[in-house]
């Protein structure tokens, strides 16, 4: 099934059962309220029948055939008054189950006349002797309508039992109720049909196009960017992808330039080897031979660093982060590098500079600054740190022409140099070793108004807390 008929289906049916659950309930409870108040007005009406009309009316001293008595006439009499509140009302012996007057007509039902049909509610009636009141369970009556009995204790003839028999007249407006709300339900079915219909197309609908986005970006087809689609949440996907699809692209643009780079870097000290080699091969003396070789392990060596940074650069870093003194792999940096006769500067603190970072990613990062400033620098190159905050800066200068201001954006982007020999992954290299140890690098902005020489890069290292401070110390 479709996600458009998936949520179609769903929310139809939640909207039919809460509809349903919701109508149905107040059905219940409704006709709960109703049932209840009709037992308080039958034991309410039977109750004051009694009181006022029976409690002293000696009825029980009755026998067949005193129909025509003046106190059998006073009862009839008083139980037909009741039919302006109730259908039918007797009042009958418990032990038998015999009629003594009711408010039919005097001569269908007599004294003595059998009363079965209250035999079926003996229970209720034994409630009502204890309770002094009682009602029965709704039943349906000749003419098809549904009744209750109500039925009270004549206190001062304990063998008498007052019964009143009352129309539940609140049925019919509750079946009216009831299919309002089947019609009500009917109608929220077809309304949340249409809404989900509408709601299903708002979603699915730019769902289904990001899908044939992904499809087509899964293809290749890169070329044309994912539309942002309305919505916040599909809004949010859409510009997601389209960020997926823009870093494709230019993961791609960069394999394109590393292979080209890789082929055009490699191929000049295969030149050079090949030259190089079949020099010595054809050399007179051993000293000439050697000095080839020697420029043959020179052009491997070469080919060995550039092998070694498009690794770098290509595979993922993984820092084996620890707290350590960022003085010592600073030194060892200063310690490797081929100055070329320029005048190294080195100044640190002469107190630990924590630092949470992997020190062989700290040593790399500054000995490839340190390279760059060398080949750059005119004459001198600096290296300094100190603390910034909760940050560790360590800083390398030059004195040489700068960076060019139209190269100063792309600095740190892979493949971008100046220079006529490397592959432009130097700093790109170092920025990638910052970040994964959660530092930061940047270029020293130039003063307005100032002719600035040289370059300053700033790396920003994260420095220890005070709970690796002591663990260091200790």
């Not at 044309?224 to 997601?240: D, I, M, N, Q, T």
Request: aromatic share 8%.
């Amino acid at each position: 099934m479709s996600l458009r008929r998936q949520f179609i289906v769903v929310f139809v049916t939640f909207s039919a059962v809460l509809t349903a659950m919701g109508g149905f309930g107040t059905y219940w409870i409704v006709s709960r309220t109703l049932e209840e108040e009709m037992d308080d007005k039958l034991q309410e009406v039977a109750g004051v029948a009694v009181v006022v009309g029976f409690e002293t009316s000696g009825l029980e001293l009755l026998l067949a055939g005193e129909e025509q008595s003046t106190m059998w006439a006073s009862a009839h009499a008083r139980l037909r008054g009741l039919e302006n509140f109730v259908a039918a009302a007797w009042i009958f012996r418990t032990d038998d189950y015999t009629a003594i007057v009711s408010s039919f007509p005097a001569d269908s039902v007599q004294i003595g006349t059998p009363l079965p049909e209250f035999e079926s509610h003996a229970d209720v009636i034994e409630r009502a002797k204890v309770d002094g009141s009682a009602t029965s369970l709704l039943f349906p009556g000749e003419d098809g309508q549904q009744y209750k009995y109500g039925f009270v204790p004549i206190q001062r003839s304990p063998d008498l039992m007052l019964a009143v028999r009352m129309r539940a007249d609140y049925l019919e407006p509750l079946a009216s109720f009831r299919r309002r709300i089947v019609q009500v339900s009917a109608a929220s079915v077809v309304i949340a049909a249409v809404l989900a219909w509408f709601l299903a197309a708002n979603v699915t609908g730019p769902l289904d196009r990001l899908s044939r986005v992904a499809l087509r970006i899964q293809r290749g087809w890169w070329a044309e960017a994912v539309r942002e689609e309305p919505g916040k949440e599909l809004g949010r996907l859409s510009r997601a992808m389209e960020r997926m699809r823009a870093g494709i692209l230019e993961r791609e643009e960069q394999l394109r330039l590393m292979l080209a780079q890789v082929a055009h870097e490699v191929r000049n000290p295969l030149g050079g080897l090949e030259l190089f080699a079949t020099a010595a091969a054809e050399a007179d003396t051993a000293d000439e031979r050697e000095h080839l070789l020697g420029r043959v392990r020179g052009e491997i060596n070469s080919l060995n660093l550039i092998i070694d940074d498009f690794l770098t650069f290509a595979r993922p870093l993984d820092p084996v982060l620890e707290t350590h003194d960022a003085r010592l792999p600073l030194r060892e940096a200063v310690d490797l590098l081929d100055s070329d006769g320029k005048e190294i500067v080195v100044d640190l603190p002469v107190w630990p500079l924590l630092v949470h970072a992997d020190p062989g990613h700290l040593k790399r990062v500054a000995l490839n600054l340190l390279r760059n400033a060398a080949q750059a620098s005119a004459s001198k190159v600096q290296l300094y740190s100190e603390t910034a905050g909760d940050e560790v800066l360590v800083c390398v200068r030059d004195d040489g022409p700068g960076v060019p201001e139209e190269l100063r954006e792309r600095i740190f982007e892979p493949f971008v140099t100046d220079k006529e020999k490397g592959a432009g992954l130097g700093l790109a290299i170092v920025q990638k070793l910052v970040e994964v140890n959660g530092g930061r690098l940047e270029l020293a902005p130039r003063l307005d108004g100032e002719i600035q020489s040289g370059a300053e890069f700033r790396v920003y290292w994260r420095a220890a807390d005070r709970r690796d401070e002591v663990r260091a110390d200790g």
